[in-house]
């Protein structure tokens, strides 16, 4: 692995505008989302009485949401898409430097600005749960337990992020990688759930083998039995596949 690539995207991410703005959106809504729920229940909206106010629960209630999801599509698809835009990717492979080396490393700083936000959501919305409604009224919580619940999750976004970065590498422009993100985000997990209905006499969900299942599915204390590993499980065949389909694309990728 080439450390000079490391260094570079490593630099471009901290001079990212993108990165530290998406970061505080992040952060943003980890605070928003407690207080948008308090707001909900002084109101009396019924679909707010379901969740269990406390600042662990409102965790696990965030992570069926795909808030973060849409946050990293939307910072790797730019930051991986305007390599090109700007020559810089052109420059890259001018130089002689291998494919498979420019992929990993601009990986590993996709990786890293994912794990920040990822951190930056976490720590905010616990906080500010926290102080709303206090950490864990109602005993569900286990540290053993919420370790694992947040390392698992932690493994899905790195297998998200890794599908971000194959999406934007192979449509080269900032729009479109976005637009396709998010849809991976949003769309695609809604038409495997039509597809489970349709196959629903094969008892076949294909729905729960996209990354999003994997993070709804950890997204309760206490755990439901083999969430863990079924996540786990996931998050390495999604990584392992994505940097395989991603290295042989890009490849066969004509830089101009």
Not at 12 to 38: E, H, N, T, Y
Not at 130 to 141: I, N, Q, S
Not at 154 to 162: G, K, Q, S
Request: charged share 10%.
């Amino acid at each position: 692995m080439n450390k000079n690539v490391i260094s570079s995207e490593f630099y471009k991410l901290k001079k990212s505008r993108p990165f530290w703005a998406l970061l505080i959106v992040s952060a943003f809504f980890g605070v928003f989302l407690p207080l948008a729920i308090q707001q909900g229940v002084a109101s009396g909206e019924a679909e707010m009485k379901d969740i269990a106010l406390s600042g662990i629960e409102i965790l696990n209630y965030a992570y069926s949401m795909p808030i973060l999801p849409l946050v990293a599509a939307v910072f790797v698809s730019i930051f991986v898409s305007g390599e090109f835009h700007y020559g810089t990717m052109k420059n890259y492979i001018s130089k002689g430097l291998p494919r498979a080396d420019i992929f990993i490393g601009k990986y590993l700083a996709c990786a890293a600005a994912v794990s920040a936000m990822f951190v930056a959501f976490n720590v905010s919305l616990l906080v500010s749960g926290t102080v709303l409604f206090g950490f864990d009224p109602h005993g569900v919580f286990v540290l053993s337990g919420f370790v694992g619940m947040l390392a698992v999750a932690w493994l899905l976004f790195m297998a998200y992020t890794a599908v971000f970065e194959v999406v934007a590498m192979h449509l080269r422009s900032n729009g479109g990688a976005i637009a396709v993100n998010i849809c991976t985000v949003t769309v695609f997990p809604t038409l495997l759930g039509a597809l489970d209905f349709l196959l629903r006499g094969l008892g076949v969900k294909p729905s729960k083998l996209w990354i999003s299942a994997g993070i709804s599915g950890i997204a309760k204390l206490p755990l439901p039995s083999g969430a863990l590993l079924t996540g786990v499980i996931l998050a390495v065949v999604y990584f392992i596949a994505m940097h395989f389909v991603g290295i042989a694309l890009f490849r066969k990728t004509d830089v101009k």
